[in-house]
């Protein structure tokens, strides 16, 4: 096993990581996304560079690297090394990332939904060591979930599994952007969640972090609010639990900062609403690895494409 | 491939039909599973017997088969071969089936949760041939779900999973026996849509058949009962749509002998709930086997028992 070069592809910041055989990232980049929106071709020149330095200030060349892998939030081909759409990145549509990168750098390059790299990283690093199937639920303003099943990343026919954001929770639930109605995601997608607490708090400028400071200070509309969250969230994942019986729920992304807030009633209404066995076998955690689960799960696609596992698809 | 021995073990009828190597079933036999009530004992001489009768009658020694799959109604360990709990059967706890048989008949046997046999044999002989993932679900009394993923059957980490009956519609729906609440039985299960026919249709004594009946001959409110019962089921199975990002959804069981009723609004609800992607690439079937998909999904099994896959658990 060679190094990997993991990349977080975000609509703010991309952030690039060499990740050593033993899953440790020795070194580090970021770019800042938002200045390259006006051209696609200079945001990809600009990534080749930063994978160049990077390799460069190690004394690495492109025979030392078995890999780069790169989370995108969107719409991803992996098998055809196509990025489809990302919705908050301007103009990215069909964009064949993987053939420029490689002739840019004549490295083997994989592209994934950022999500399930996510999973793997937190997978093989993070919480969810030693499980062999699980959810991993990233709660922001979009609400998705990158899925291990058997040992094995499950990406879906068409590479969109995952969607937890968008389980109807109720049958004559709130329009949701997705066409649908009732989706998890109008209840606890971080704009839903601001115009609640606004609302309850009669303060039309708080953000997140202040529900998330007050709640802290025991502001007893906070911790409902965050309380009503984890009830809703929980509701959503009894289905998850009874149809995939998996050995465990590992909760992440930007609102799961407020965990400590979440995590009694979230746990209490997955495990008091599930049937028997299927509630007595799941845990519930907070992700680990933070921002870096993404480049680490790009050393985990890498290994798995060299030893032919979860090559199913690509 | 030899020949193999599939046995639909239900809590009325147990049907058994031996298959040959085509995944034609070339005999029958069936046992009233009632008469047994009293004794476990009893009922598993009768099944072994009939097995007996079976190969004498095709003139077949254990040698020629490889193998008997069983399917069952409840709660099984697939690895260890135990019957954890059969709901519909009396005193069935803890049996070790597949111990008792082997000895019995010097011939590898395997059990299995009745619905993931049907859904492998709807997968490779009836309504699912040729698609990589699908979800069986089987209306009745209880409503459940076998899953094929990436070319596999999805058991589950205890083998509990498919419960599509037990995914939660509604947030506040009613309290379900399973422990959770709005669960998609409660709505649909047999139980269920008998109250509500016998309320709507004002005849407390009305059979689901007589209500399909009603509804061929265009009886509005036996159609309306049949349709509010799709839109149920197809809320439900947009979350599953979203989440796994299916081809195929496979409706079987006795209550899709209404499907001619069901099919409209179930699909039209689960292609205008589901996002984009997912949506346009699942199609929704009824299953074609009948009764005879668990007996062929036996074979299945079988096969890949002995070819070395679906083993993972097993």
Same mark, same amino acid.
């Given at each position: ?39 696609? %071709?200079?945001?990809?020149? /600009? ?14 060349? +492109?025979?030392?690297? /078995? ?40 490295? %083997? ?11 793997? $990283? ?10 062999? /199937? =699980? ?29 937890? $954001? ?8 709130? %329009? ?37 400071? =007050?709640?802290?200070? /025991?502001?007893?509309? %906070?911790?409902? =609010? ?9 509701? +959503? ?9 998996? #050995? ?31 509630? #007595? ?5 907070? +992700? ?27």
């Amino acid at each position: 096993m060679k190094y990997v070069i993991g990349v977080d592809f975000g609509g703010t910041n991309i952030k690039l990581g060499l990740v050593n055989p033993k899953g440790k990232i020795i070194r580090r980049a970021r770019i800042d996304t938002r200045s390259y929106f006006s051209s696609k %071709a200079k945001l990809i020149n /600009s990534l080749a560079q930063k994978i160049r330095e990077v390799m460069i200030a190690q004394e690495l060349c +492109a025979t030392n690297i /078995s890999g780069i892998g790169i989370g995108l939030p969107g719409l991803i081909d992996p098998r055809k090394g196509i990025v489809r759409f990302l919705p908050n990145v301007p103009g990215w549509r069909n964009v064949p990332l993987v053939k420029i990168l490689e002739r840019s750098l004549n490295i %083997a390059t994989f592209i994934d939904n950022d999500v399930n790299l996510a999973a793997l $990283g937190e997978w093989q690093y993070g919480a969810g060591k030693g499980a062999d /199937s =699980l959810i991993c639920v990233t709660l922001g303003t979009g609400v998705g979930g990158g899925i291990i099943l058997d040992g094995k990343l499950y990406r879906g026919e068409g590479y969109v599994a995952g969607e937890i $954001g968008h389980i109807p929770i109720n049958e004559k639930g709130p %329009a949701c952007n997705c066409g649908g109605s009732g989706c998890l995601e109008r209840y606890v997608g971080n704009q839903s969640l601001l115009k609640k607490a606004r609302r309850c708090l009669q303060n039309k400028d708080i953000t997140l972090e202040e529900v998330y400071a =007050l709640a802290n200070q /025991s502001n007893s509309k %906070a911790l409902a =609010l965050w309380e009503e969250t984890a009830v809703h969230i929980g509701n +959503a994942l009894v289905g998850v639990v009874n149809v995939l019986n998996p #050995r465990l729920i590992i909760i992440g992304g930007g609102v799961a900062k407020a965990y400590k807030h979440l995590k009694k009633p979230l746990i209490q209404t997955i495990k008091n609403r599930s049937m028997q066995v299927q509630s #007595r076998m799941v845990a519930v955690r907070r +992700a680990r690895l933070g921002d870096d689960a993404g480049i680490l799960g790009a050393q985990i696609l890498m290994k798995d494409l060299t030893t032919g596992a979860h090559t199913k698809h690509v």
